[in-house]
């Protein structure tokens, strides 16, 4: 009689940490989708105007650097969010390869809304805020650490 296959109760993702990693950003991407609909933003459009929120008037360059994107994938998203009339882009009068990204009237108002998104997200997770924290700080050195790995 042919033997069957042994049954795992483990997963081959079990002692990958890029897949945990991979799948709570779709757990995320889930949760916030339905609540930055009503404010027309994508993700990483809210990422742009939570750091526009922290700073007005940042360069493109200085957008990408905190946010770890380059030109090339902030431009059109920057774009888009100047069609929505909640920014606006001018070059920099003292150097004019520098493109200035500010907040319009309408998107600083977004930020009151952008509080309830933060807040229901911090709820989602489950976390207290110590816990939070060390997750945070965690992923932050992670980060950091990947950042600076030599690559094969």
């Known amino acids: 009689m042919p033997q069957q296959p042994a049954m795992h109760d483990s997963s ?3 002692c990958t940490l890029c897949f945990e990693i991979y799948a709570a950003n779709l757990a995320f991407g889930r949760i916030y989708k339905p609540l930055l609909d009503p404010l027309g933003l994508t993700y990483p459009q809210f990422l742009v105007m939570m750091t526009l929120w922290s700073g007005d ?3 493109v360059g200085a957008i990408g650097d905190q946010l770890g994107l380059d030109s ?3 431009t059109p998203l920057i774009k888009r969010l100047e069609g929505a009339e909640l920014v606006t882009r001018r070059r920099d009068s ?3 390869r520098r493109v200035i990204v500010s907040l319009t009237e ?3 108002q977004l930020e009151g809304q952008s509080d309830q998104v933060l807040a229901s997200i ?3 997770t489950g976390l207290s805020a110590r816990e939070a924290e060390k997750l945070h700080d965690s ?3 992670l980060r950091t650490r990947l950042a600076g ?3 094969a």
Do not use: H, I, N, V
């Open 12 to 14: 081959p993702f079990d």
């Open 57 to 59: 008037g940042l360069s």
């Open 72 to 74: 090339s994938t902030l």
């Open 94 to 96: 003292r150097d004019e």
């Open 106 to 108: 309408k998107g600083a």
């Open 122 to 124: 911090r709820d989602a």
């Open 139 to 141: 992923m932050r050195q």
């Open 149 to 151: 790995a030599p690559l």
